[in-house]
Structures are given as structure tokens and as C-alpha cells.
Nanobody, 117 residues
Framework: QVQLVESGGGVVQAGGSLRLSCAAS????????MGWHRQAPGKQRELVATITRFGTTNYGDSVKGRFTISRDNAKNTVYLQMNSLKPDDTAVYYC???????????WGQGTQVTVSS
């Protein structure tokens, strides 16, 4: 079983920054890929960024150049540094983990990020 606990959400003005953290516990084999997804009201959940155990990253088009994902394997923690935030980034951000290939069996409870204009 994997548990994912997010922290770091909040309210920030447009142009500001936030850093999200996600601490994971559980079988290492289920933490091969960790990532962040988000869901805004009335919209589908979308992929924000992913990172493999070896540090390979992938970003959604809407956050490229503004967000950076990183992970500390020793701490089983993944981070999302969000810069130049826009009101459109307002959403609940979810941490997820899985074996790869778009398979996300484990999810955190989500943390709210609100960007005011």
C-alpha cells in the first residue's frame, strides 16, 4: 500500500511562486514514477508533470518553462516548484505514483492552489 501526503498549497497573487511537496510511503516498486496532476472546477484532471526514479521529467504544455518537478529518492518525496503563476493555474493539485506507462494507481488527497489576479 502507498500513502501520498501533499503539502504546500495556498493562495498567491499572479506572478508569484509556490512549492508543493508530496511525501510517499510504501513499496518502492510502486514509486517508479511520481507526478502531479491538477483539476480545476468544471474541467478534467490534467497532467502537470512527472518524474521517474532516475530523474527523467515530463511536463504538460501549459506549465513548461514555469514549473519544475524534482524528487528526493532517499526521502521518497517529490516537489513541484511553481513560478510565474497565473489565475489559470488555480486548481486542486494531486500527487500520484505508479509503475509508469500512464498507470497511476496511487493518489494523494489533493491540495488547493489559488492564484488571484
Amino acid at each position: 500500500q502507498v500513502q501520498l501526503v501533499e503539502s504546500g498549497g495556498g493562495v498567491v497573487q499572479a506572478g508569484g511562486s509556490l512549492r508543493l511537496s508530496c511525501a510517499a510511503s510504501g513499496f518502492a516498486s510502486r514509486l517508479s514514477v511520481m507526478g502531479w496532476h491538477r483539476q480545476a472546477p468544471g474541467k478534467q484532471r490534467e497532467l502537470v508533470a512527472t518524474i521517474t526514479r532516475f530523474g527523467t521529467t515530463n511536463y504538460g504544455d501549459s506549465v513548461k518553462g514555469r514549473f519544475t518537478i524534482s524528487r528526493d529518492n532517499a526521502k521518497n518525496t517529490v516537489y513541484l516548484q511553481m513560478n510565474s503563476l497565473k489565475p489559470d493555474d488555480t486548481a486542486v493539485y494531486y500527487c500520484a505514483a505508479g509503475p509508469g506507462s500512464g498507470n497511476w494507481p496511487d493518489w494523494g488527497q489533493g491540495t488547493q492552489v489559488t492564484v488571484s489576479s
